[in-house]
């Protein structure tokens, strides 16, 4: 009886492979060649699931956002704990602060540089910007409505700034780890957001 293959499972493993690819030797070795090699598939498997790169390209981008949006989801927020604490971790969900996170970040900036270039990844790329820069409004909305947040604040000046300083960070911290370290993008993501408090 042949082996019955959950698709949605098997695409994700398709799409993680596709990150490994991007992380180990760069976007434009993510072919749907070299992702069928890499993931012990053939390439019309591949192909059954993703008939160009593009579409495998998108999926990938797609499973960051998705894995990113579900451990914000995931964060339980308790009245006993600090609220600055809560939201400089509810923001570290889209920093480089760990393996998994720094995977997606690189993955997600070599995506970036390829939409440049691949307008059919165009809409995926703003749509994942406009959820993001929704977070970081809900981030100094938060701020604001448990009365922490500095009077007179302007908001959507705020957001752009927070949405600014978080990517400068992530990429300053993958390029130079050991000039930005860990410790230094916590330290200013931090800074930042106490800068906003009363």
């Not at 270039?117 to 604001?144: C, P, W």
């Amino acid at each position: 009886m042949p082996k019955k293959v959950d698709h949605q499972k098997r695409k994700i493993q398709i799409a993680e492979t596709t990150w490994k690819v991007i992380v180990e030797e760069g976007i434009e070795q993510a072919t749907v060649r070299k992702i069928a090699q890499a993931s012990g598939l053939s390439v019309g498997a591949v192909r059954h699931y993703f008939a160009t790169q593009s579409e495998l390209l998108r999926f990938s981008m797609e499973l960051v956002s998705d894995r990113v949006i579900q451990r914000a989801k995931a964060r339980k927020f308790s009245k006993d704990r600090d609220p600055l604490e809560l939201v400089t971790e509810g923001v570290s969900e889209v920093l480089p602060i760990d393996e998994e996170r720094k995977i997606e970040m690189e993955v997600w900036l070599a995506f970036s540089a390829k939409v440049l270039v691949d307008k059919t990844l165009r809409e995926l790329s703003d749509k994942v910007y406009s959820d993001m820069h929704e977070g970081f409004k809900n981030v100094v909305h938060a701020l604001q409505l448990l009365d922490i947040a500095k009077d007179g604040l302007d908001l959507e000046m705020e957001v752009n700034r927070l949405h600014a300083i978080v990517d400068g960070m992530a990429m300053h911290h993958l390029l130079n780890p050991e000039q930005f370290t860990h410790e230094d993008m916590m330290g200013t993501l931090k800074y930042h957001l106490h800068s906003l408090l009363k």
